[in-house]
Structures are given as structure tokens and as C-alpha cells.
């Protein structure tokens, strides 16, 4: 699957900023400066909704190793732990509406790639292990 980026629309994108501003504006007194840094570290702004092909997995694979991998929205365990044996986080491709902004039951791109590649960014590769870096 891909994630074409090219059909968002300009409604996606803002909610894509409501969402980033809202975080951005809690995250420093609430998580930790490696979270915070991972942010910088895969390029995601309030601006635009992250393109996976061209900005997100480019930098995350210089950096780690890792890339995303869009998907449908919940897959079934085995293929969710697959991709990740594989280095591949699972994203979904679709966002919510801005009625959705406070609450949706299913995770959709913005829970997946803001709440969870930042991370992803702060591992690094060693010859013989994965390390964390602090």
C-alpha cells in the first residue's frame, strides 16, 4: 500500500495542525526531551501532514533503519509484529475529520506517526546491536 500523499486535502492538512499545535503546546511538560527531539529528528511540522515517501522514511532510515509502512488502519497481530521484525512501523494513511478532533475510536495516521515514529528516531545502529540513545 501507499500512502498518496497527493489526496489530502486542504481540510486534512488543517486538522493535521490543530492536532500538532495542540500536542506541541503540552509535550514539554509532559514528555520526555528524547520524545520531543524524535519530532525534530523525522521532520514532522504543523504545516502539512508528513510524506512518508519523500521526508519521514529518508530520514528515518539514515537514522535507524527503520521506515513506515502505510496500512489500511488496524491489521491483524501477526502482520503488525511482521513489519516490525522488519524495521517497519505500521501507519495508517487515512486521518480523522475535524468533528473526530477530541476522540475516534480507531487509531488513524496522526495517533500513529505523531504518537509513536518520533521514537523510532531515537534508536541507533550498531554493528552487533540496536542501542538505545539517550
Known amino acids: 500500500?501507499?500512502?498518496?500523499?497527493?489526496?489530502?486535502?486542504?481540510s486534512d492538512h488543517q486538522v493535521w495542525r490543530t492536532l500538532f499545535e495542540r500536542q506541541m503546546e503540552q509535550?514539554?511538560?509532559m514528555?520526555?526531551?528524547?520524545?520531543?527531539?524524535?519530532i525534530e529528528?523525522?521532520?514532522?511540522?504543523?504545516n502539512h501532514?508528513?510524506?512518508?515517501?519523500?521526508?519521514?522514511?529518508?530520514r528515518l532510515r539514515v537514522l535507524t533503519g527503520w521506515e513506515v509502512e502505510p496500512v489500511t488502519g488496524l491489521i491483524p497481530e501477526r502482520d503488525f509484529f511482521e513489519l516490525l521484525a522488519n524495521k517497519k512501523f505500521p501507519a495508517s494513511?487515512?486521518?480523522?475529520?475535524?468533528?473526530?478532533?477530541?476522540?475516534?475510536?480507531e487509531p488513524d495516521m496522526?495517533?500513529?506517526?505523531?504518537?509513536?515514529?518520533?521514537?523510532l528516531a531515537c534508536w541507533r545502529i550498531s554493528p552487533s546491536v540496536i542501542l538505545w540513545q539517550n
Do not use: C
Request: proline letters at 10%; hydrophobic letters at 35%.
Open 93 to 105: 494513511t487515512w486521518l480523522r475529520t475535524p468533528e473526530q478532533l477530541a476522540y475516534l475510536e
Open 110 to 119: 496522526f495517533h500513529d506517526t505523531f504518537g509513536h515514529v518520533p521514537l
Open 41 to 46: 529528528k523525522v521532520g514532522f511540522v504543523a
Open 1 to 10: 500500500m501507499q500512502q498518496d500523499f497527493n489526496n489530502y486535502s486542504p
Open 49 to 58: 501532514i508528513p510524506n512518508f515517501e519523500t521526508e519521514t522514511n529518508p
Open 31 to 38: 514528555a520526555s526531551k528524547t520524545y520531543v527531539e524524535g
Open 27 to 29: 509535550l514539554p511538560l
